[in-house]
């Protein structure tokens, strides 16, 4: 367990550089298991966010990145997966400390360095340039890319999440500004890293740790053509609105309110590891976790029964501790949120059935056995509002097309599962409004499948292979 300050940085990455930041504000980020300062970080200033942008809009109007051939940026790109696995202790330990990450949990480097070498295979071989017979006249449709990109990055994946922007929008040919999130700050200099060993032309990359104050000016900045930004609903909406002046193209992944079907043929014991999983993912906060799970009023306490039995296996704990599978809530502020939710669903007439209490053992630290409420009316403020904390509604139904209502009654829509034979899970699934739905899994993305939202949970897809790639470009249709 580490609980003593670790590190000072007093720098930050600009345009392949390490430049002295200036803004004299400090990000204290603190141990989520320890409740100790492990690392400071001055923000970038408004002088390193200028010279940021300046540089990369010197790249995007020049065209000296955009111009290297496809193949030699995937190429680059490599190089940079090798420098992050090479890194990837380094990594692993720096967001554990930051965000209280279980070590035990499936890499987050590996999935990023897995992205990223799916992405650059894919890349090589885009048609960047297509000729078009037309109608009227044959056409030259060419994919240019849209400019500098500011990516805006949360802390519950701060990695992958991070690449899941950047790596497409470099292969796309456009310089980027990688904004990571307060709260994870520190790895993010570990990622800058990594970019300066992977060779890339000045200009193509900058690192800007920054909270809200610099997070706005970065976005609103006129030399950022597009912002792709991972977070809550309401900073979304904020985002967008800051984008929409200049009519800046923008990439929204943001909350949701996933629903688990399990169907009335579902077979709950082979259901179990997938829900539990789903549920309790990086201690809740996960946009796509499964936080009401729809189960048949029939065998509503046959699934109770497993259901808890199953999540008596989850170990609450240290981060560092091997035997631990879920870690504590990011912050003391999110703690507290999670706690107001507890509170809120006995205050609403639910049942806390499961859970809701600090775990035994670890006398400091954010805490949060999983918890289960019962008895919950889908208009509950439980049921409708995005906890990110480990509390699960499980709601009761009596038809499948109540189920389907149900799962459609929330503003969100970005993902859910559906548990069953699976024939119907796939016709129940294509019912629900949601970007990504899987069946008998918990997994809810692929890099070749396009990722992100409906409603609420956000615009536009990232992921997928060519489209997530294709989404950093602009068509410029040529008639010859």
């Known amino acids: 367990m580490t609980g003593t300050l670790i590190d000072t940085r007093d720098t930050v990455y600009v345009a392949g550089r390490w430049i002295p930041a200036t803004s004299g504000r400090w990000i204290d980020i603190v141990s989520p298991s320890t409740e100790q300062l492990v690392y400071r970080v001055q923000e970038a200033g408004r002088a390193e966010i200028d010279a940021a942008v300046t540089a990369a809009r010197r790249v995007a109007d020049s065209g000296t990145w955009a111009s290297v051939p496809p193949a030699e940026r995937a190429k680059a790109l490599l190089r940079f997966a090798d420098a992050v696995e090479a890194r990837g202790a380094e990594i692993a330990t720096a967001v554990t400390n930051e965000m209280g990450a279980p070590v035990n949990r499936p890499s987050e480097v590996d999935g990023a360095v897995g992205l990223t070498r799916y992405l650059a295979s894919v890349a090589a071989g885009l048609p960047f340039e297509e000729h078009v017979p037309g109608v009227f006249r044959p056409s030259i449709v060419r994919r240019v890319p849209v400019g500098v990109v500011a990516a805006v990055v949360p802390w519950n994946a701060p990695l992958f999440l991070a690449l899941q922007k950047v790596v497409p929008a470099l292969l796309a040919g456009c310089p980027v500004l990688v904004k990571p999130a307060p709260e994870t700050a520190y790895d993010s200099f570990v990622l800058a890293d990594a970019f300066d060993a992977a060779g890339l032309a000045e200009g193509v990359v900058s690192v800007l740790p920054a909270d809200r104050e610099g997070s706005e000016y ?26 929409a002046r200049d009519v800046k193209r923008v990439t929204l992944e943001l909350g949701g309110k996933s629903a688990a079907v399990v169907l009335p043929d579902a077979d709950l014991a082979a259901a179990m590891p997938a829900l539990v999983t789903g549920t309790t993912i990086n201690s809740g906060q996960a946009c796509s976790l499964l936080s009401r799970v729809l189960v048949p009023r029939a065998r509503h306490e046959e699934f109770m029964a497993g259901y808890t039995e199953a999540l008596d296996a989850v170990v609450v704990g240290d981060p560092f501790d091997p035997a631990t599978t879920m870690g504590p809530l990011v912050s003391r502020r999110q703690y507290e949120r999670v706690l107001s939710y507890v509170r809120l669903g006995a205050e609403e007439g639910a049942t806390a059935a499961y859970g809701g209490t600090r775990p035994d053992g670890p006398a400091r630290g954010y805490y949060l056995r999983p918890t289960v409420f019962t008895g919950v009316d889908n208009g509950m403020r439980i049921a409708q ?36 034979p699976q024939e119907e899970a796939v016709a129940v699934a294509s019912r629900v409004r949601a970007g990504s739905q899987t069946v008998n899994s918990a997994i809810d993305f692929d890099f070749a499948a396009p990722y992100g939202g409906f409603k609420s949970s956000g615009t536009g897809r990232e992921l997928g292979g060519a489209e997530g790639i294709l989404g950093f470009t602009e068509a410029l249709t040529i008639g010859v």
């Open 218 to 243: 970065l976005v609103a900045h006129p030399g950022v053509d597009k912002i792709s930004f991972t977070g809550s609903t309401a900073t979304g909406q904020r985002v967008a609105g800051i984008a």
């Open 385 to 420: 509002e995005e906890i990110f904390g480990p509390v699960i509604c499980v709601i009761a139904y009596d038809t499948v097309d109540e189920a389907v209502r149900i799962a459609n009654d929330t503003p969100f829509g970005l993902s859910g599962a559906v548990f069953g």
